[in-house]
């Protein structure tokens, strides 16, 4: 059972979204399948979480399987969000189903959270790990203190794996922001050192 929705979406699901929005004009979805065990995730890219898409993206690089639902919209690309609990896209769906464990990047969206990367999921040792090679590597790696953004619910995107337990990293706007000349459009072609130290980081931890 899915839980409520975290957020006041407009959408309760992708069958609602797709009734309204136009593929390819308002949205789009990207999808790579890999043999490994991980599946990296961006289910708000493009506008909807800006920056998320292309970590992920980077992430998954040809190691590991990939997907993104990326908002296209010039604005009010948050209408286009389906919070974790209820995100049921169905190549989203078929791809975590046959992945051992699901890595989620989100967008944490408020200004005032500091360069915060915020771990969560139900897989910790796992967490625990990245959190670590993060925090070498100058991360500020917390746990979000709003327990709606800490990926614990059985229904998460995170923990929809054949494991059934999975990271979820939120990254606040500002370290967002360190990784690419700005967060619109054009700002995200152009990556940062920062955004390369922060890939590197999470691809040597998933081994």
Request: hydrophobic share 35%; aromatic share 6%; proline share 2%.
């Amino acid at each position: 059972m899915f839980e409520r929705l975290t957020m006041a979406d407009k959408y309760r699901n992708f069958a609602d979204l797709e009734r309204h929005e136009q593929p390819g004009i308002t949205y789009r979805i990207a999808l790579r399948r890999a043999q490994t065990p991980f599946a990296i995730v961006a289910p708000h890219g493009g506008g909807i979480e800006a920056g998320t898409s292309e970590i992920a993206d980077a992430v998954a690089g040809l190691t590991h399987s990939f997907y993104t639902f990326e908002g296209l919209k010039t604005d009010g690309n948050t209408e286009l969000h389906i919070t974790s609990t209820r995100f049921d896209e169905p190549t989203c769906v078929t791809l975590i189903g046959v992945s051992d464990v699901v890595v989620t990047i989100h967008g944490e969206h408020s200004d005032d959270e500091g360069e915060g990367v915020f771990m969560g999921g139900l897989d910790s040792t796992r967490g625990d790990r990245i959190a670590a090679v993060l925090t070498r590597e100058g991360f500020d790696v917390r746990t979000h203190a709003n327990p709606n953004l800490q990926g614990r619910e059985a229904c998460n995107l995170c923990n929809r794996g054949l494991a059934a337990a999975g990271v979820q990293l939120e990254l606040s706007k500002a370290v967002r922001r360190t990784m690419f000349d700005s967060l619109t459009r054009e700002g995200r072609t152009h990556t940062t050192a920062r955004f390369d130290v922060f890939v590197n980081a999470l691809r040597e931890a998933l081994g």
